[in-house]
């Protein structure tokens, strides 16, 4: 069964940085696209960034430059640097991973951007 764990999120000051983690079980995470999404109190899920099998990355544009997705093959864990945060920025984050036997998605990690 293929389980996703995310971890760091938190508080943190407008302008702060936060990195969170996301370790994947129970699947060949080297062969699929990692994705990151976030959800704010009374909005929908949106994209946040993917990084593909062969390190080829994609980002939403309000996080663009700000923002950097990167993955550990041998660790099965793919990360999400973020940097000059902003309130707006405040969601809950969720790792997702598409595979050939379903799309799987961690239980998300809050992140809170507050002075």
Do not use: H
Not at 47 to 70: E, H, L
Not at 78 to 97: F, H, R, W
């Amino acid at each position: 069964q293929v389980q996703l764990l995310e971890s760091g999120g938190g508080l943190v000051q407008p302008g702060g940085s936060l990195r969170l983690s996301c370790v994947v079980s129970g699947n060949t995470f080297s062969a699929y696209t990692f994705y990151w999404f976030r959800q704010a109190p009374g909005k929908e899920r949106e994209f946040v960034a993917f990084i593909t099998s062969d390190f080829r990355t994609n980002y939403a544009d309000t996080v663009k430059g700000r923002f950097t997705i990167s993955r550990d093959n041998a660790k099965m864990t793919g990360y999400l640097q973020m940097k000059s945060l902003k309130p707006e920025d405040t969601a809950v984050y969720y790792c997702n991973i598409p595979t050939n036997q379903g799309t799987y998605w961690g239980q998300g990690t809050q992140v809170t951007v507050s002075s």
